[in-house]
Nanobody, 118 residues
């Protein structure tokens, strides 16, 4: 299984970006999807997640600005980011939790750079 993230780039403060992440390969049931980010010198942190039942969870810092959505039929997860601020600058990683015969397994994308700067 491979995850490919895309959609990052350079945007001015107040702007928007939409990240996408596509999974390919021998995919079993997806139990959850999410996005993490890691800024220089900081630990990787959870940005948003969505469960297979559609429940969502957001970091306090992005609530009201970011929206996560998942499409299990297409094996994709999206992150719509609005009102971007310089503090949102980071490498964004997608993750999918898949059910394997031996239990759940986390698959990670390669990361996509988001830079918010004027």
């Amino acid at each position: 299984v491979q995850l490919q993230a895309s959609g990052g780039g350079l945007v001015q403060p107040g702007g928007s970006l939409r990240l996408s992440c596509a999974a390919s390969g021998n995919i079993f049931s997806i139990n959850g999807m999410g996005w993490y980010r890691q800024a220089p010198g900081k630990q990787r942190e959870l940005v948003a997640s969505v469960s297979s039942s559609g429940g969502t969870n957001y970091a306090d810092s992005v609530k009201g600005r970011f929206t996560i959505s998942g499409d299990n039929a297409k094996n994709m997860v999206y992150l719509q980011m609005n009102s971007l601020q310089p503090d949102d600058t980071a490498v964004y990683y997608c993750i999918m939790v898949m059910a394997l015969p031996g239990g759940d397994y986390d698959y990670w994308g390669q990361g996509t750079q988001v830079t918010v700067s004027s």
